[in-house]
């Protein structure tokens, strides 16, 4: 079940938007969420990166003090 998979943390799930009915509706709400959901976590991932080595460098001058 993708929307199992996808509580457990499997946001690679394909998921059938193709319905026109209230399930379909609800299938591309959750590949909308799943879509958001990817997008923060890789901006998360960029402002991680980008923040990391300065907060290691304060940490090490305040270390060596």
Not at 31 to 56: C, D, G, H, W
């Amino acid at each position: 079940n993708a929307a199992l998979r996808m509580a457990q943390g499997d946001l690679q799930q394909d998921i059938d938007t193709s319905g026109t009915d209230e399930l379909g509706t609800l299938a591309r709400s959750f590949a909308y969420m799943r879509n958001e959901i990817q997008q923060k976590i890789e901006e998360f991932s960029r402002l991680i990166s980008v923040t990391e080595t300065p907060v290691k460098a304060l940490v090490a001058i305040i270390l060596t003090r």
